[in-house]
């Protein structure tokens, strides 16, 4: 039994790194497909059908790429800031369920690795172990560009952090609890999403920011920092930094989905729980084109907007939906939620309207 | 249950808020106006003084026996509130004349005051580490407030990294004491003795430990190093405050500390208090000689009368002897209080804009040219020395017979020569402000001329009534 | 207890696979360092003093807010699992907490602490 329970980890292990894995380099041919289509172009079309091949060929091509290490940089510090960036992308799928229990070969079969008690936490605290990997990475290259690229991307993430964390106190006053699965369970009634949509659209922002991702990629802004924290990391060990970040766009859009839009639920799911993966991972496919899609729409924000926004919208923002959410499930009236933070959001739409109409903006 | 528990606390919390609003409203007055923020402040400390005094002969402990309301916390606490009222009063015209007049400056005074309070309430070491940290985290602020002036930086710099070091004594003490007893609670730590299941030889330790880290903020020797430079760097005003609350607080946390909770232990600390004391009486004076500086020879004799404080305190542990010590510490504290007030008073009126005006030959003069003020100062030196007629006389007689009386003799004869020493450089300033010739300008408010006519008249007119003063200082008991 | 045994072996693969992708780097990756190629970029020009250079002070600020407001946020979470238990009483004492960390907030927000520039 024991040893039977240690396989099955095991192997659990081996498949979510390769859903990372395998999705990470498929996320890349998604994005340069979806970017090339939005700018009419045709994008990868050479390696294999349709292009279909190019992220392995990408793959080699880095393997057997120099390794510059610059001469006064911090050997230890740069060589562990790789690992220590990409690590918590591939940990954080622990905790995501994608089904309930599903029997293979007549053994019961519980779909996710492990269903923690204190699941959002884990999520809170492992996603925040990045910003170690991302600023040592800055730090110990000994270059202005990446050091500066390193805290600017390390102050962005933790800005966005508090908006990020009450976000996940609005779920967690939704569903009562802390374990995903009890979450997703929760939503077999009404998607979160529908009775809290601000608060999704707070997560989704927020998730965004985490993740460096456009158009909050402010620490990789190439007209000004070359490329931010990575600029003197070469072959593998550049791999590994967009690894994380593209393993990270999973896994925050597999948060995305679990914690607001009803994560492997789907229709049928009760009878076959093997669609559960199904869906979820269609969610997830739906959340990663959508941030390609602002990818390409979106202009960068210039960082003290960003910081501003975070600061002095997001997060006033997000404590006041903690509050509705709150009065709404003591007067049971869930409605009310709905109401009032759709009034919340837009208000907070108007002042960050005003804000830009300032004429100290207009500079 | 929840009202009663905050009915205890109620004067701290209402200034807590206080502050807290005073914080926000500051934002919203301009530079040129900053009158308002002070008469603001003025206003908390006059209501929360209020709430105290309503509070007088009620009894009682609230939040779980953490804190407690008594007639000794009724009084400092009253003591602690004139005293920010005093402060306030000082502080406005110094702080425009330096130019430091920012508006937190009284949100943080009013914090720290509350932190004291909470201080003298605490029957529980826990609260005592947060009141202390409460407390003394406003204090560094104040005093790195002149800046960008190094001095006051350096000062600001100094308090806090001491005082973070003193307030690791302390919490390591609380550690200790929690290991010898499984509690924190005063009470239980006595009620642990009784029942025999603590370790003295570690209790014995955890008291040690505490009283290092309150010996800090008292500024006992030898933990007085940071006193001179904070004191002289700091705004002279924040000085005053802080050489006045931050005693009364550190003693009242001291005396319930010690006298709740380790009567037991009297037989150990009695020998360390007794040489802690002679120490503090014997150094604090004899620098005191040696400084030109007038800010650092208050420095110093505000050390050497913490000395004096402490002498009361080495007969904490003798039931019969406790009331009477807390009593004649508390009396001395009022005092000190009053003269530190008025003698700092003077100091800052006679500070340039520039931070000079500080030695003692910028007093050359005085006499002359502002015969009220050198009056002033006179009747303050005196009370530090303890010549009539004056309260620091009847505080100290009370001091040394209360000492007499629990049978330090030799720690009360120390105490009696210290001060005859000390008449010397108090004296000094007497005589360079009457005997030499000099042009000092002195500058104040109408605010500050209050403060300083108020603290002189208090400490001639008490002293020749000091039968009031002594029904209420004895009336104050530790209720435990 | 088992699921954290759980994530300690995805955690071991992890860092097993993690190392073994830079190793792979460092085996089959070709190494002909020179002094210029191990210079710092700086988009060709020689780079003038250390990269490492005191950071603005901004930085710290929002450090040291952070550090308070994430509290703050990590004070929520037992807050809001047991939010149904403690219903009206639970609501206002937040409330209380949440007006302490507003005067903060509105604070270091009038004194500029949240501008960058």
Redesign the interface.
């Known amino acids: 039994m024991e040893a039977a329970l240690i396989w099955e980890w095991v192997i659990k292990s081996l498949i979510l790194i390769f859903i990372v894995l395998t999705g990470f380099a498929y996320t890349t041919y998604l994005e340069r497909k979806e970017l090339a289509r939005m700018q009419v172009r045709i994008g990868p079309n050479r390696a294999g059908p349709w292009g279909l091949l190019q992220p392995v060929a990408d793959g080699i091509k880095l393997i057997f790429k120099e390794e510059l290490t610059p001469a006064e940089a911090d050997r230890t510090l740069f060589f562990l800031a790789p690992i220590i960036t990409v690590i918590p992308a591939l940990v954080l799928m622990a905790v995501i369920p994608w089904g309930d229990t599903a029997t293979l070969g007549g053994r019961e079969v519980t779909l996710y690795l492990a269903d923690l008690n204190v699941g959002i936490l884990y999520l809170a605290a492992i996603s925040s172990i990045a910003v170690y990997g991302i600023v040592l990475a800055g730090w110990s290259s000994n270059n202005k560009y990446a050091t500066l690229g390193g805290l600017r991307s390390s102050a962005q993430m933790i800005s966005y952090e508090l908006a990020m964390g009450l976000s996940f106190v609005v779920v967690i006053l939704l569903a009562d609890s802390m374990s995903l699965l009890e979450i997703v369970k929760a939503q077999a009634g009404l998607w979160f999403v529908f009775i809290q949509p601000v608060g999704a659209l707070v997560l989704f922002i927020t998730l965004l920011a985490e993740v460096n991702r456009a158009p909050f990629d402010m620490p990789e802004a190439e007209q000004e920092l070359v490329a931010g924290y990575h600029t003197e990391y070469s072959g593998m060990k550049f791999a590994l930094f967009f690894m994380a970040e593209y393993g990270k766009m999973i896994v925050v859009s597999a948060i995305l989905a679990t914690l607001f839009f009803g994560g492997y639920l789907g229709p049928g799911v009760d009878r076959l729980p093997w669609l559960g993966p199904l869906y979820l991972g269609l969610k997830i496919f739906v959340a990663l084109f959508v941030m390609i899609w602002i990818r390409a729409t979106f202009p960068r924000i210039r960082y003290d907007r960003l910081m501003a926004f975070g600061w002095k919208v997001l997060l006033p923002l997000a404590l006041a939906l903690v509050f509705i959410t709150a009065l709404g499930i003591m007067l049971e009236q869930m409605w009310l939620v709905t109401v009032l933070s759709l009034i919340a959001g837009a208000v907070a739409a108007l002042m960050v309207n005003r804000a830009l109409r300032r004429k100290e903006y207009a500079r | 249950m929840a009202q009663l528990d905050f009915y205890t606390l109620l004067p701290t919390v209402v200034l807590m808020a206080w502050a807290?609003?005073l914080?926000?409203a500051d934002?919203f007055i301009p530079r040129d106006r900053k009158a308002w923020t002070a008469g603001l402040a003025a206003l908390g400390l006059a209501l929360a003084l209020g709430l105290t005094l309503a509070q007088i002969g009620r009894t009682g402990t609230g939040f779980a026996g953490m804190v407690t309301l008594d007639p000794f916390a009724v009084l400092a606490n009253s003591l602690l509130l004139v005293s920010g009222l005093l402060a306030v009063g000082l502080s406005f015209g110094y702080l425009r004349r330096r130019d430091i007049d920012r508006g937190e400056y009284y949100s943080l005074t009013l914090f720290s005051v509350a932190g004291m309070m909470l201080m003298t309430q605490a029957a529980d070491l826990i609260v005592v580490f947060l009141a202390l940290e409460m407390f003394s985290l406003p204090l560094y602020v104040l005093a790195a407030f002149a800046r960008p002036q190094p001095d006051s930086e350096e000062a600001g710099l100094k308090y806090f990294l001491l005082g973070a070091f003193s307030a690791g004594f302390l919490i390591y003490g609380i550690a200790l004491v929690y290991g010898a007893t499984q509690t924190t609670a005063l009470a239980g730590v006595v009620t642990a003795v009784a029942t025999g299941t603590a370790s003295l030889p570690l209790l014995a330790a955890g008291a040690g430990l505490i009283l290092v880290g309150l010996g800090f903020k008292v500024a006992a020797v030898p933990f007085h190093m940071w006193t001179p430079d904070v004191y002289q760097g700091a705004p002279t005003s924040v000085t005053a405050f802080m050489a006045a609350g931050a005693k009364i607080a550190g003693f009242a946390a001291l005396m319930r500390v010690f006298v709740q909770a380790f009567p037991v232990l009297g037989e150990k600390l009695t020998p360390i208090l007794w040489t802690l004391a002679a120490l503090t009486m014997f150094l604090g004076n004899l620098v005191a000689i040696a400084q030109s500086n007038i800010k650092r020879m208050l420095a110093y004799s505000s050390i050497a009368h913490a000395g004096y404080i402490l002498m009361a305190l080495t007969a904490y542990a003798n039931p019969q002897m406790r009331q009477m010590a807390v009593s004649a510490a508390l009396f001395y504290l009022l005092a000190y209080a009053l003269t530190n007030f008025g003698a700092w008073g003077v100091v800052a009126a006679l500070e340039k804009q520039n931070g000079g005006g500080l030695e003692l030959n910028d007093y050359a003069g005085l006499g002359r040219k502002s015969p009220a003020l050198a009056a002033a100062m006179t009747i303050f030196m005196l009370s530090f020395t303890g010549v009539p007629p004056t309260l620091g006389l009847i505080g100290k007689i009370y001091l040394f017979r209360v000492t007499v009386e629990a049978g330090f003799i030799g720690l009360a004869v120390i105490g009696v020569l210290t001060s005859l020493v000390s008449a010397y450089y108090y004296l000094r300033v007497v005589v360079v402000m009457y005997m030499r010739e000099g042009e000092p300008e002195a500058s104040m408010d109408g605010w500050h001329k209050a403060v300083i006519a108020l603290s002189a008249a208090l400490t001639v007119l008490l002293s020749l009534a000091p039968a009031a003063l002594f029904s209420l200082v004895s009336g104050a008991t530790l209720l435990f | 207890m088992l699921e954290y045994i759980a994530i300690a072996v995805l955690f071991l693969i992890a860092v097993v696979l993690a190392a073994l992708i830079v190793f792979l780097g460092e085996i089959f990756g070709p190494r002909h360092s020179t002094p210029r190629k191990a210079m710092p970029y700086e988009s060709g020009m020689r780079p003038v003093g250390e990269g490492r250079r005191r950071m603005p002070v901004r930085f710290y600020l929002i450090a040291v807010l952070f550090i308070l407001f994430d509290i703050e946020v990590i004070f929520f979470l037992p807050w809001a699992v047991t939010f149904r238990k403690l219903g009206l009483f639970g609501l206002v004492e937040m409330f209380i907490f949440i007006l302490i960390l507003l005067v903060g907030y509105v604070y270091a927000w009038k004194k500029g602490a949240l501008e960058w520039e």
Do not use: N, V
Request: aromatic letters at 0%; a neutral charge; hydrophobic letters at 60%.
């Open positions: 807290s609003g914080l926000i934002l």
